[in-house]
């Protein structure tokens, strides 16, 4: 039996006294196996006997959050007749759906991943759902479709962590304290290692009771793309484990993605052009391409881009040659933000909450988008290593713990809020146009 050892990245490059990284392939064994999607007529619910193998039980969401929901979890066995039986609060018949899976190896261990796409939801209506297979299922799960609305949601900041116990403290309490949120979203570097199994299973045991009522907006990180090795390779783990909406792309599916949400439409950009570029070049072309197109197209009052790299640089105590201005990926995308008149940008990866303000053409202004670097959620963070940038208008308390952020969006304002891991609030936001 394999006996998994976890190594953290900075340990390892301890280990190996600091010797360099270079990059690599690595990649899992895939073969699917894909039944038909077959909806059947409303029936009397069945009677449920036997437990059914289902795993880290979630819902990803759509391109339309008020009428349509995905449906994924993970087995041990095939569960190859596998269904998802859903139906409105209380009522006495349901509706049942045949399910996709294939068969997912990676990291030496084979299981098998299902979904399911719900299309046929009604607006602002509760629903509850469960898988079944003949007697066998799971218990009712709650839904809970969008309506035009106000809503609230819960964003996180990377939780890659050594330990994911307080990553799940985090979580579990910001979800208790906001029983009102619809959905929640992480920013990116979700795990330390994205082809370490236990870390994908810490990660998702962490979000059982958040994530199979209340769907998930992932964001992919630069840690997603790591191998056992601390090299790179293709993020295979993230892309199987989350059916995001369709992007429309042959090559990167799956990669950035957009969904409407009440009155905002939300834009989920890849910034890991240097991990893929080696495997599967164009991502940044083909991405600002879709991202105008996409922007474009939108007739919601609100427009927010989630993305996991941030925009600026930062001086560091440990870099002196290191300046404080806007990164390549500023340079590329900023000048779209302010022309498609984009009123928020959240941004990750440097585990420190920074609220920049507004900028316009690279600079502070009384308009244009809002800047916010969400912060850290794991236990993977940089004591005293930031040197302030000249657009911080509000830090998070030093040295830097763990922290959440609540985002109130209807037609007078956008609200966003900053708190500690014990519900203190430091930092908001209010956005109104």
Not at 109 to 119: G, K, N, Q, R, V
Not at 194 to 213: C, K, V, Y
Not at 261 to 288: A, C, I, R, S
Not at 369 to 378: D, E, M
Request: aromatic residues 12%.
């Amino acid at each position: 039996m394999k006996k998994n050892i976890y190594i953290s990245r900075r340990n390892f490059i301890r280990l190996c006294g600091g010797a360099l990284l270079f990059l690599g392939t690595g990649c899992g064994s895939l073969s699917s196996e894909t039944d038909p999607v077959v909806k059947t007529a409303s029936h009397a619910l069945r009677g449920i006997t036997g437990d059914i193998d289902a795993k880290y039980i979630r819902q990803i969401i759509t391109a339309d959050a008020a009428v349509s929901r995905r449906i994924m979890w993970q087995s041990d066995e095939t569960e190859k007749d596998a269904e998802i039986e859903y139906r409105s609060v209380g009522s006495n018949s349901s509706v049942s759906l045949k399910t996709t899976s294939e068969s997912f190896t990676d990291d030496g261990i084979t299981c098998y991943l299902h979904s399911a796409l719900l299309t046929d939801l009604i607006p602002g209506q509760d629903y509850e759902y469960r898988i079944v297979s003949g007697n066998s299922g799971t218990p009712w799960h709650a839904m809970h479709s969008a309506n035009d609305g106000a809503f609230k949601a819960l964003i996180f900041p990377d939780s890659q962590s050594n330990s994911y116990d307080g990553w799940q403290e985090l979580a579990q309490n910001a979800a208790k304290r906001n029983p009102d949120a619809q959905f929640f979203v992480n920013m990116g570097d979700l795990v330390d290692n994205g082809e370490d199994h236990t870390q994908w299973n810490a990660w998702m045991g962490a979000l059982e009771g958040i994530m199979d009522r209340i769907p998930l907006a992932p964001v992919m990180g630069n840690h997603e793309t790591y191998t056992l090795d601390w090299k790179v390779r293709l993020p295979q783990a993230y892309l199987h484990s989350f059916d995001v909406p369709d992007n429309g792309s042959d090559d990167f599916a799956r990669y950035y993605y957009s969904f409407d949400y009440g009155d905002v439409h939300f834009m989920v950009l890849n910034t890991q052009f240097d991990e893929t570029n080696d495997f599967k070049p164009g991502l940044l072309d083909e991405e600002l391409s879709w991202f105008k197109a996409d922007a474009e197209k939108s007739t919601k009052k609100w427009k927010i881009v989630l993305m996991h790299k941030d925009v600026l640089t930062y001086a560091n105590h440990r870099s002196p040659d290191r300046k404080a201005g806007i990164g390549d990926i500023g340079q590329d995308f900023m000048p779209g933000f302010d022309a498609l008149g984009i009123d928020l940008v959240l941004t990750a990866h440097l585990h420190t909450y920074r609220n920049r303000g507004q900028l316009y053409d690279f600079r502070p202004a009384s308009h244009g988008p809002f800047y916010i670097i969400t912060g850290v959620a794991g236990d993977v963070r940089y004591p005293g290593l930031w040197v302030d940038h000249p657009f911080d208008k509000k830090i998070a308390p030093q040295p830097e713990t763990d922290n959440y952020l609540t985002l109130e969006a209807s037609e007078a304002h956008l609200l966003i809020r900053c708190f500690l891991p014990d519900g203190s609030e430091i930092d908001a936001v209010e956005i109104k146009k």
